[in-house]
């Protein structure tokens, strides 16, 4: 049964940095792709990153551009999102998904075409 455990979240000052991990399991992760997502208190659901599982490649929203970065580790099944130099505003709560769809060997930052969501994670950036 497929399954995504985001880990990781939590309190931090602005300025500072968290590492997100999401864990799936229970199906294979080849030509496929894992993005994170967030969603803040009265808003909608925004990509955030995503990355391909099989050549590695990227994308980012302008909003993450500089500040995060995705990874992935395959012997794991684990896929991370760095964040450094946050802010008060990329509070929210934060989902990894799966998806198969890609758009020339890229994976897409729109949450439709993702078809299996972990539970979330809360960040909160806060002085």
């Known amino acids: 049964q497929l399954q995504l455990v985001e880990s990781g979240g939590g309190l931090v000052q602005p300025g500072g940095s968290l590492r997100l991990s999401c864990a799936a399991s229970?199906?294979?992760?080849?030509?496929?792709?894992i993005g994170w997502f967030r969603q803040a208190p009265g808003k909608g659901r925004e990509g955030v990153s995503c990355?391909?599982?099989?050549?590695?490649?990227?994308n980012y929203a302008d909003t993450a551009k500089g500040r995060f970065a995705i990874s992935r580790d395959n012997a794991k099944n684990t896929v991370y999102l760095q964040m450094d130099s946050l802010k008060a505003e990329d509070t929210g709560v934060y989902y990894c998904?799966?998806?198969?769809?890609?758009?020339?060997?890229?994976?897409?930052?729109?949450?439709?075409?993702?078809?299996?969501w972990g539970q979330g994670t809360q960040v909160t950036v806060s002085s």
């Open positions: 990355i391909t599982m099989s050549g590695g490649k990227t």
């Open positions: 998904a799966w998806g198969k769809r890609l758009l020339f060997s890229r994976c897409i930052l729109v949450d439709y075409y993702y078809t299996d």
């Open positions: 229970g199906f294979t992760l080849d030509n496929s792709a």
